[in-house]
């Protein structure tokens, strides 16, 4: 059974890395630095969130993660405690074992140096070992080649694609759900038995 399953509220962990501390948000990481990534167009060109953002939007969302106990974590680097992003499972369905996983490596300066991928698979073993979700699911937009890129590396398949969806960096792009499988969930390899 999972924890999910016995307890409405789940406290959400600190989760260590090799390189890497994943800290559960709080108001301490309402900073100017964070502020910026959300008005940076590089990072948010293929975001939902609209620039300008104010720091009244940056602490509402963050006030609101905090209340309603969203699996919601900042990445920080262990070697100097700075936060260069954060990553998400929400919103997690409870009955059917499914959580929804976002992430935003805002600190441009630490892209491409696998930092995503290590705090991923972190959070994804968690969701997967500790949680006992059976399958996580994400949104992207087809453009978005650094996100698709990273998804697949982790395991990720495409589920369907919604044409057009919307329209990011000037043009309008196909969104894509992916999701991954917990292959060590028996409803999941019976399914998986049962299709072969
Ligand atoms: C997408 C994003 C999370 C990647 O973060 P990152 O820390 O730079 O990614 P990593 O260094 O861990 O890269 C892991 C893998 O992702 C892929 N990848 C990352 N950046 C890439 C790029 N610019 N081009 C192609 N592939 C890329 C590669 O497969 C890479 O593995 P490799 O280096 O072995 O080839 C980051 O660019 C970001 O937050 N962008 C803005 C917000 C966003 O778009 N979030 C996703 C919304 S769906």
């Known amino acids: 059974m999972s924890i999910l ?18 800290k559960p948000i709080d108001t301490k990481f309402i900073t100017e630095s964070y502020l910026q990534w959300m008005n940076d167009m590089e990072v948010c060109k293929f975001l939902e969130t609209s620039i300008p953002y104010s720091e009244v939007e940056l602490q509402n969302f963050v006030n609101q993660m905090i209340a ?23 919103p997690v369905n409870k009955k059917n074992l499914i959580g929804e996983y976002g992430i935003l490596m805002g600190d441009r300066n630490n892209w491409g140096k696998g930092f995503a991928r290590e705090a991923s698979r972190s959070v994804i073993s968690y969701c997967f070992d500790t949680l006992n979700l059976r399958k996580i699911t994400l949104g992207v937009i087809k453009d978005n080649i650094a996100a698709v890129k990273l998804y697949e590396s982790l395991g990720f398949e495409v589920e369907g694609v919604y044409r057009m969806h919307g329209k990011y960096d000037g043009k309008y792009c196909d969104a894509i759900r992916m999701a991954l499988f917990n292959m060590k969930n028996p409803d999941v390899q019976n399914y998986l038995d049962n299709k072969s």
């Not at 399953?5 to 994943?22: A, G, H, V």
């Not at 900042?74 to 998400?88: A, E, Q, R």
């Open 5 to 22: 399953e016995k307890t409405s509220l789940i406290d959400i962990p600190t989760i260590e890395t090799s390189r890497l501390l994943l």
């Open 68 to 90: 309603k106990k969203v699996l919601f974590w900042v990445i920080t680097l262990k070697h100097d405690g700075s936060h260069i992003g954060n990553i998400k499972i929400d």
